[in-house]
């Protein structure tokens, strides 16, 4: 059973930057898609970011230029660099994976419990 453990999350100022890591274990990390998602209170979950096992990324609109997906195959991590923060990206940030070959089938991803992001002066 796919495990995922979230850490980076805390408090930044407007402007400021944070890094979130996400690692994974009970399966095998190369067979999986990873991404980030987050939801904000009263509103729905939102993907930010997602990165295929050969390391092809895509970003939210709302966060391109500023956000960076990257994993480590070998310590079976994924991380979530965020630079310029704005209140806006103030959400509860998941880790999500899910195989790649049931790629878009909710069914088989698995998701971490969270971490709060609050960016405020």
């Known amino acids: 059973q796919v495990q995922l453990v979230e850490s980076g999350g805390g408090l930044v100022q407007p402007g400021g930057s944070l890094r979130l890591s996400c690692t994974m274990s009970?399966?095998?990390?190369?067979?999986?898609?990873m991404a980030w998602y987050r939801q904000a209170p009263g509103e729905q979950r939102d993907l930010v970011a997602t990165i295929t096992a050969g390391a092809s990324t895509t970003y939210a609109d709302s966060v391109k230029g500023r956000f960076t997906i990257s994993r480590d195959q070998i310590n079976h991590a994924v991380y979530l660099q965020m630079n310029s923060l704005k209140p806006e990206d103030s959400a509860v940030y998941y880790c999500?994976?899910?195989?790649?070959?049931?790629?878009?089938?909710?069914?088989?991803?698995?998701w971490g419990q969270g971490t709060q992001v609050t960016v405020s002066s």
């Open positions: 009970g399966s095998i990390f190369s067979l999986y898609v």
């Open positions: 999500y994976a899910i195989p790649t070959a049931n790629y878009g089938r909710a069914e088989f991803g698995s």
